[in-house]
């Protein structure tokens, strides 16, 4: 069972910016797909950035996705995403997730993810 876990949200600056990390305690995350999604209260879970398998990554934010950069890191055994520019509309609880159709481009949406992780809230606020 992969078990995914997010850190580096907290309350932070608008301008500012945060990089998120998915970390699991198996060296396996370059197996999935991990995409980023993030909800607030009340409304749907929204996706954010996407990174493949063999490499290659979508960004899911129209315009708003040039502030949102996905990697991964081979030092820390993580998915991260840097989030630039930050606005207080970044508000949201962030999750990872790993789908095992490896390809971003063949994930039609959150229900093709099947391990998620638990969140972390990232609050903008001055």
């Known amino acids: 069972q992969l078990q995914l876990v997010e850190s580096g949200g907290g309350l932070m600056q608008p301008g500012g910016s945060l990089t998120l990390s998915c970390a699991t305690s198996?060296?396996?995350?370059?197996?999935?797909?991990i995409g980023w999604f993030r909800q607030t209260p009340g409304k749907e879970r929204e996706a954010v950035s996407c990174?493949?398998?063999?490499?290659?990554?979508?960004n899911y934010l129209g315009s708003e996705g040039g502030r949102f950069t996905i990697s991964r890191n081979y030092v820390k055994n993580t998915v991260d995403l840097q989030v630039r520019s930050l606005k207080p509309e970044d508000t949201a609880v962030y999750y990872c997730?790993?789908?095992?159709?490896?390809?971003?481009?063949?994930?039609?949406?959150?229900?093709?993810?099947?391990?998620w992780g638990q969140g972390t809230q990232v609050t903008v606020s001055s």
């Open positions: 990174i493949s398998a063999p490499g290659g990554t979508i």
């Open positions: 997730a790993a789908s095992t159709r490896r390809s971003c481009a063949l994930i039609g949406g959150p229900l093709e993810y099947e391990y």
């Open positions: 198996l060296n396996t995350l370059d197996w999935y797909a």
